[in-house]
């Protein structure tokens, strides 16, 4: 394995210890960029300290994965060579992503079919970052597979899940960072109590019963900042304001016609944010971003059951422009004027509207003789049944001229909300 090469001094963990690779790799350009990708666009709007960039929360992913694989339970499984591995993809996961984040992978979905994943797959193999993982003696497809959780080493299912799971390494380290940068409080999670206590279970991830607390905490963590901070109601208009000027310039932009790497990283929030104001199809609503006039919440509504009608909202976006036609035409206003937003479009890190049924968890309980027994979570944590089912937010934007027309119009469409559950003007 390399040599240490020095450290680098992070907000949240202290001092992070890297390689010469690491330190060749985190020089790349196509990692550099991450400087000018902020991990929430549009949070700054209500939390004011959260500026933080996708370049730290890749740092710190990677440390994470480092204090992994100290787990003797995992090491013993790995080589040296495949731990040092585990933490150049956990450095490199994020490298994919394009202008303002998630916000841009609703293009790329809607246009090309992609996900950031696969950008991240094709930046490490296309991208100067094969040319310094080869020279590091890396197997480059190997390496960007893992990089995104699709290695499937026989064997070894639990190298993905180190990357991509329900207990992560950028789940741990999004939920600690994203909450310390917005000074919300829900990530106050004993997240290296989590990594101690994993397990190799048949090749997969487990956690040992002995962390149930750490993990309903980190559960609880993840509910709360979904709803306070990823899909506050203000920090979405502006992700949505953000995609319907990059959607409305695209084609004079060429934001989805890029043919190489270096024309897609040559995308950040900076130029793109530039691009947009210079263009005259995106220039009003990058005016307004600029002045705080953003749309406004007209109806916000939680479903915590599952419902045909809602269900349908979640799943097919033409019932979504159906109803939206609808609520429309009965406040009066053109089509333009009415967005429904769902936690399903992929501006979120959570693209499930059935949020906590994905994250049923492999857990394990140890006998006497050191034999261990799998369970289900859900049988053995009241809290985590309590909370498993349907968190459907549905939620209907509009300008601010337009606010109680859209509100009327979306109660009469998608139903009244109850008293405590309406939005103060």
């Known amino acids: 394995m390399d040599q240490r090469w020095g450290e680098i001094k992070d907000p949240v963990y202290g001092y992070v210890y890297i390689t010469k690779t690491e330190k060749d790799i985190i020089d790349s350009f196509p990692m550099q960029r991450l400087h000018r990708l902020r991990q929430l666009a549009g949070a700054e709007y209500v939390y004011p300290g959260a500026n ?9 992913t990677m440390y994470l994965a480092q204090r992994l694989t100290e787990n003797f339970n995992l090491t013993q499984h790995l080589s040296k060579e495949e731990i040092q591995m585990i933490h150049s993809a956990a ?3 994020d490298v994919g992503h394009g202008p303002f984040s998630h916000v841009f992978e609703y293009l790329l979905e809607k246009y090309l079919n992609k996900t950031h994943e696969e950008m991240t797959v094709w930046v490490i193999r296309k991208s100067e970052l094969g040319d310094i993982l080869e020279r590091a003696g890396y197997d480059v497809e ?13 064997g070894k299912a639990f190298m993905d899940q180190i990357i991509q799971s329900a207990v992560d390494v950028d789940k741990l380290d999004f939920i600690v960072r994203d909450t310390h940068h917005t000074g919300a409080e829900y990530g106050n999670v004993d997240i290296f109590r989590l990594i101690h206590m994993l397990d190799v279970l048949d090749e997969n991830l487990a956690v040992d019963l002995g962390a149930l607390s750490a993990l309903e905490s980190f559960i609880l963590a993840r509910i709360e900042s979904f709803k306070s ?16 000027a990059m959607e409305r310039a695209k084609d004079e932009l060429g934001l989805v016609s890029f043919e190489s790497t270096e024309e897609y990283l040559a995308l950040n929030d900076y130029t793109v944010w530039t691009m947009l104001k210079l263009c005259e199809k995106s220039r009003s609503l990058m005016e307004n971003l600029e002045r705080r006039r953003l749309l406004k919440c007209a109806y916000d509504q939680t479903f915590h059951v599952k419902d045909k009608t809602v269900s349908k909202l979640f799943s097919t976006e033409e019932i979504r422009s159906e109803m939206r036609d609808k609520i429309a035409e009965k406040a009066g206003v053109e089509l333009e004027s009415v967005v429904i937003d769902v936690p399903t479009l992929p501006s979120v ?15 394990f309980y140890k006998t006497k003789d050191g034999k261990r027994i799998s369970q289900r979570l859900s049988e053995v944590s009241r809290i985590f049944e309590a909370l498993k089912g349907f968190i459907n937010v549905v939620r209907v934007y509009t300008e ?6 859209v509100a009327k119009a979306a109660e009469k469409v998608l139903g009244e909300l109850p008293y405590s559950a309406r939005i103060s003007f």
């Open 91 to 93: 450095l490199l996961h």
């Open 400 to 405: 601010e001229k337009h606010r109680a027309e």
């Open 52 to 60: 933080h960039t996708r370049f730290e929360h890749s740092i710190g």
């Open 229 to 244: 901070i990823y899909f506050h109601r203000v920090s979405r208009a502006t992700q949505i304001m953000l995609a319907m």
């Open 349 to 363: 890190p959570y693209r499930h509207s059935n949020l906590m049924e994905p994250m049923e968890i492999p857990i």
């Open 142 to 154: 190997a390496l960007a597979k893992l990089a995104v959780g699709s290695l499937q080493r026989k």
